[in-house]
């Protein structure tokens, strides 16, 4: 994958994982309790999925081009 979109994927996932802290505080604000346990469950799993798919791009890839 070309760096570039590698640093800009990785960019977009890493902000995504903030805007989804910053939405689990804000469900720390007065909600009823079926809406915060929703919301809160959603945006885990959202910046879980995030996080993971940030390092999943990072990670160091075996060249197999040796192989040939």
């Not at 590698?6 to 977009?12: A, N």
């Amino acid at each position: 994958m070309n760096r570039v979109l590698r640093l800009v994927l990785s960019l977009l996932l890493g902000a995504l994982a903030c805007f989804f802290i910053f939405g689990f505080m804000a469900t720390f604000e007065p909600l009823d309790q079926a809406s915060r346990m929703t919301w809160r469950a959603v945006y885990i799993v959202l910046c879980i999925a995030s996080v993971a798919g940030l390092f999943m791009l990072n990670m160091p890839r075996r060249d197999h081009s040796a192989d040939d």
